[in-house]
């Protein structure tokens, strides 16, 4: 152990670690869950120490030796080593700061230990012209645009599964159902291809929320004025991140709006959360469609991935929409959580970005994943029960739905009744009444017809006319 000082004071500080006295602080003040700052996060702050000593260099406030061994230990830290080092707490106070030090310990020790009688200064050389107020949100965006990727990729491994799945069973037709009653019929087809349409929408949505995130407020420093950075800096400094990172980011327009505010966040969650809210809803019809199998719907068939009971024998329950469910729930509770956090900002700065970052990077993560084991392990072997759905179309009273402008609401009313107390299906009925031509009732009752995909002969209608 060794002492370090700040401007609080002394404390004893670890040997073996790369990080100084900022970084134990945080270890010991904000000992919450045990969780560190995610790894995007401190990988692009590591990238913005590069870009900075760089553009530093060239304007002639940082001098080569030390420009070199900043990017050449920043090098080592993208590479994945000392990641042991990193260890700010995902949840903190003072709006980031500790990992930003935490970053510019590491990187100044490390920077240190390339050569020798050279001292770096975390602040001074590391963090020259910068403030955690500009580093740590542009830090957070990048993050959040690099876990985007893999997230719009699942959602478009899904359309694609679901579109698959149209086309398999697009003849198949099935009882619509409004108010969990019957309702004239669709098919598999029309549902299937109907929810692919719906995460196309969240893919749109999703994309149109990160746009805004490109815009960074970095070279404002401490609320956006800039103090302390040079002018060659603040010109260059993003140029130099986006070489760097490979991001396409740009400079706001007001640098003070883009440190205070952190809307484009809350619109980003937002978009998350209706994804959340359509996959709950998804999942919601997944097993009911499934429930049964004798005394449930039963017209889908998910793959049984594990025992559903300690008790009873042979139960198999709806495991993975189950798990996607609880995604949900936690992607919406935690929108909420970065609502009250954007709202809670206070004049010049919000202070609230480490559990906004915290839950938005946590909630690409799971619905990412979540995503990925509902195509896997639940859509990839769906199948539907066509013997079940044949049966549940012949024997629902709501298809006489079509019968209406042939025998008028009245008479296919009582006619439907009829069919419901005799516990026969309206079509039977239908034929054995001789109300209609039976060529016309077969014509009527077909898939094509019920679900309105081609018109039908005359009505009593047009023949009136």
Not at 379 to 386: C, F, G, M, Q, S
């Amino acid at each position: 152990m060794h002492l370090e000082e700040d401007c609080i004071g002394k404390l004893l500080v670890a040997d073996d670690v790369l990080y100084g006295i900022n970084t134990t602080r945080a270890l010991h003040n904000f000992d919450i869950a045990k969780e560190r700052t995610d790894s995007l996060i401190f990988e692009s702050l590591i990238q913005i120490k590069k870009s900075a000593a760089i553009v530093n260099h060239r304007a002639g406030t940082l001098n080569e030796q030390k420009a070199k061994l900043i990017v050449a230990a920043c090098n080592e830290l993208l590479l994945g080593q000392h990641q042991d080092d990193l260890v700010a707490p995902a949840i903190q106070g003072s709006a980031g700061t500790s990992v930003n030090m935490n970053v510019n310990e590491v990187v100044a020790k490390c920077a240190m230990s390339l050569a020798q009688n050279v001292t770096i200064q975390i602040n001074d050389d590391v963090n020259q012209c910068q403030s955690t107020n500009d580093t740590y949100p542009t830090a957070g965006k990048m993050a959040i645009l690099k876990a985007l990727p893999p997230l719009l990729q699942q959602i478009d491994k899904m359309i694609t599964t679901l579109l698959d799945l149209a086309k398999r069973y697009t003849d198949v037709l099935k009882v619509g159902r409004t108010q969990l009653e019957d309702a004239v019929p669709t098919t598999y087809g029309n549902s299937f291809h109907a929810y692919a349409s719906l995460f196309r929408r969240d893919v749109t949505r999703l994309r149109t929320a990160a746009e805004a995130l490109h815009t960074v407020n970095l070279g404002g420093t401490a609320i956006g004025t800039g103090l302390n950075a040079t002018d060659y800096y603040r010109s260059h400094i993003v140029d130099a991140l986006n070489t760097t990172s490979g991001l396409d980011l740009e400079l706001a327009e007001d640098m003070i709006d883009a440190t205070q505010n952190t809307d484009t966040f809350l619109t980003f969650s937002s978009a998350m959360k209706v994804l959340a809210v359509d996959l709950s809803k998804f999942c919601n019809d997944l097993r009911l469609l499934n429930s049964g199998p004798q005394a449930g719907f039963s017209e889908i068939r998910l793959p049984a991935k594990q025992a559903g009971s300690s008790i009873m024998p042979g139960k198999v329950n709806p495991v993975i929409p189950e798990v996607v469910n609880q995604v949900a729930f936690q992607v919406i509770g935690q929108d909420l959580t970065i609502s009250m956090a954007a709202e809670a900002g206070q004049l010049e700065l919000n202070a609230f970005e480490p559990i906004m970052f915290r839950d938005l990077l946590q909630n690409e993560l799971y619905l990412t994943n979540a995503i990925d084991t509902l195509v896997r392990n639940c859509l990839a072997d769906l199948t539907v029960n066509v013997a079940q759905c044949e049966k549940n179309v012949h024997h629902s009273a709501v298809s006489a739905t079509v019968l209406n402008p042939y025998l008028g609401y009245v008479e296919t009313t009582a006619l439907v009744k009829e069919a419901l107390a005799k516990g026969v299906s309206v079509q039977t009925l239908l034929k054995a009444k001789k109300l209609l031509d039976p060529d016309l009732v077969e014509r009527l009752f077909s898939p094509a017809v019920m679900t309105n995909q081609v018109p039908t002969t005359q009505s009593r209608f047009e023949t009136q006319r």
